[in-house]
């Protein structure tokens, strides 16, 4: 079966602190990977994505991901935490045709 | 642009009721998706469109479930008798279908409450 598994429901982090949201994905072969960013009673917005160019991926806001084959995961970082970070993260991954997203990931962002 | 415009916004409807919400998806784009938020269950593909066409749809949870894309500018979806457990967000993405990297673009979703 193919899924996308996000480990932590809910992460705590104080302002100005490293963020780490962990994802793992279940494929046979290397999906298109993807972060995005749900702020409350928004829709989800792209944060990046993973297209088998570098393993290395910068998005917006400070965010950036790196895809490890290896241990078949896309953890989401981001060096120093805002308090406007404060969201629901979703990882999602598109084998072929077939598209699928993590539980999500809640943050919060202590002052 | 004006990115994909969801309506309505928020809805509420009693048992048994019929429900549609409606989705434009940007225009240009080839693939449009029906997603289902909840706390339970996440964020759920109901289904997905490429070119107008149903392409998966085994996500839809039953019979009473039921999309349309008419034409490549709007799409409904249709709960027809509506239940309680199908309240949630509906949220409708489309996207420019040209490679495997393609990014989905979200509408701000229907709030659905069945009383």
């Known amino acids: 079966a193919q899924s996308v598994t996000q480990l932590d429901s809910h992460v705590s982090v104080s302002e100005g602190t490293p963020v780490l949201l962990r994802c793992n994905y279940s494929?046979?072969?290397?999906?298109?990977l993807f972060w995005y960013v749900q702020h409350p009673n928004k829709g989800l917005q792209l944060l990046l994505k993973?297209?088998?160019?570098?393993?290395l991926v910068k998005g917006i806001n400070g965010f950036e991901a790196e895809f490890k084959k290896s241990e078949t995961s896309f953890h989401l970082t981001k060096p120093s935490a805002h308090m406007s970070d404060a969201a629901e993260y979703f990882c999602?991954?598109?084998?072929?045709?077939?598209?699928?997203f993590g539980t999500g990931t809640s943050l919060t962002v202590i002052p | 642009d004006a990115g994909v415009i969801q309506s309505p916004r928020h809805e509420v409807t009693e048992m048994g009721q019929e429900v549609t919400l409606r989705c434009k998806p940007i225009?240009?784009?080839?693939?449009l998706f029906w997603y289902r938020q909840t706390m339970m269950r996440g964020l759920e593909l109901l289904i997905y469109?490429?070119?107008?066409?149903?392409?998966?749809d085994s996500g839809m949870p039953e019979d009473r479930f039921s999309a349309k894309m008419p034409n490549a500018s709007f799409s409904t979806l249709k709960i027809q008798p509506s239940e309680p457990r199908d309240s949630a967000v509906y949220f409708c993405?489309?996207?420019?279908?040209?490679?495997?990297?393609?990014?989905?673009?979200f509408g701000p979703g229907t709030r659905l409450l069945v009383l």
């Open positions: 993973y297209t088998s160019a570098a393993t």
């Open positions: 469109f490429n070119n107008n066409v149903p392409i998966d």
């Open positions: 225009s240009g784009h080839n693939s």
């Open positions: 999602g991954a598109r084998p072929g045709n077939q598209f699928y």
């Open positions: 993405a489309s996207s420019l279908l040209r490679d495997r990297g393609e990014t989905q673009y």
């Open positions: 494929s046979s072969y290397s999906p298109s």
